[in-house]
């Protein structure tokens, strides 16, 4: 049957003295019950299938905004019907965007293009910009200055390949032909 001889047994002592109807009803519930704990845990709704995608916190906050104006509810209920933290909805981005670092990243990137975004940052430290590497890194990515990676060239190319003249006898390390 392919299977060990461990699964043998165990299969033995689970279902050994079982018949088809009890085995039947034993599966069910096994089925039920693995469907309950799912439901239990968020993952499926009544149905079986998989609950939806839980919201990002940007439409979080927009719902939890919307809950508080038309339904006249406090923060603290708005945020527990949408279960989002309150100090996660108070919480306010410190994102630092300049659009002149982004200009001169951009500048760096297109007067010098084999640069990775490592590179521009070490060139804008010298020019006395304090930046992070991860916020250098961040509007590399947003203005879509990645590199390619380039594919591994051939130690021959295949130009030179045709070039080669072709032998007519194989020469031995004692030079004698064959």
């Not at 009544?46 to 927009?62: F, H, I, N």
């Amino acid at each position: 049957m392919g299977i060990s001889d461990a699964t043998f047994y165990n299969w033995k002592n689970k279902f050994g003295g079982l018949g088809v109807s009890e085995r039947r009803s034993l599966r069910q519930l096994e089925d039920e019950n693995r469907r309950l704990k799912q439901m239990e845990a968020g993952q499926a709704d009544a149905s079986g299938c998989r609950a939806k995608k839980a919201l990002k916190t940007a439409k979080r906050r927009r719902s939890i905004t919307f809950l508080q104006d038309s339904y006249r509810v406090s923060n603290r209920r708005a945020c527990a019907v949408i279960q989002m933290s309150r100090s996660n909805y108070s919480h306010k981005s410190r994102k630092h965007d300049d659009p002149a670092l982004r200009f001169r990243i951009c500048e760096i990137a297109k007067d010098r293009v084999r640069y990775s975004y490592q590179r521009i940052h070490i060139l804008l430290q010298r020019e006395g910009w304090r930046v992070n590497h991860k916020c250098v890194l961040r509007i590399y990515r947003e203005e879509g200055l990645n590199l390619r990676h380039k594919r591994a060239r051939r130690r021959v190319a295949a130009a030179h390949r045709m070039d080669r003249p072709e032998l007519n006898a194989i020469y031995l390390s004692n030079n004698l032909l064959i």
